[in-house]
Antibody
């Protein structure tokens, strides 16, 4: 059974930093691209970042480029999101999601339960 | 960037009704579209991928159709458990979600 468990969320002041983790199990972690998707309170879903299975390729939404860094440790089946220079508008539940590829295109087939990040003074 | 627009934003229907949600892309995305269901306080759940392929374990009352820029999610006979918010997502170029459609049971 695929399981994704996020951690590391909390309250942080504007301009501060936070590192999120996502522990994965139930599949061969290194074989799959992984992503972070966020959801502001009462709002819709926003893709944040994606990393390839080997960690060599990363993608970022314009809203976080230069501030957030996605990484992974395949030896520990863990995905990370380092968030720097946080802003109030980054307040959201952050989900990690496993990607699956069909006919060369990638979509999200499993999601974790999310971790809440609140940016406030 | 590809924008995704869903309609309606909310809908209220009775158990047993046929329900249709529309999703429009700002440019052609071929069939690279997924649909997710999200219940309050829960993570999204994949329902449909590649516009019309039903994810394993998803009830057959859910179906998807469309290609290019126009897509629909249909629930053939609405059930109480289907009360949720539904999101479309394009994965033709990066990943973009629609704003969501909240489905309520009358």
């Amino acid at each position: 059974e695929v399981q994704l468990m996020e951690s590391g969320g909390g309250l942080v002041q504007p301009g501060g930093s936070l590192r999120l983790s996502c522990a994965a199990s139930g599949f061969t972690f290194s074989s799959y691209a992984m992503s972070w998707v966020r959801q502001a309170p009462g709002k819709g879903l926003e893709w944040v970042s994606t990393i390839s299975g080997d960690g060599d390729t990363t993608y970022y939404a314009d809203s976080v480029k230069g501030r957030f860094t996605i990484s992974r440790d395949n030896s520990k089946n863990t995905l990370f999101l380092q968030m720097n220079f946080l802003r109030a508008e980054d307040t959201a539940i952050f989900y990690c999601a496993k990607e699956v590829v069909v006919a060369g295109a990638y979509y999200f087939d499993y999601w974790g339960q999310g971790t809440l990040v609140t940016v406030s003074s | 960037d590809i924008q995704m627009t869903q309609s309606p934003s909310t809908l209220s229907a009775s158990v047993g009704d046929r329900v249709t949600i529309t999703c429009r892309a700002s440019q052609s995305i071929s069939s690279w579209l997924a649909w997710y269901q999200q219940k309050p306080g829960k993570a999204p759940k994949l329902l449909i991928y590649k516009a019309s392929s039903l994810e394993s374990g998803v009830p057959s009352r859910f179906s998807g159709s469309g290609s290019g820029t126009e897509f629909t999610l249909t629930i053939s006979s609405l059930q109480p458990d289907d009360s949720a918010t539904y999101y479309c997502q394009q994965y033709n170029s990066y990943w973009t979600f629609g704003q969501g459609t909240k489905v309520e049971i009358k």
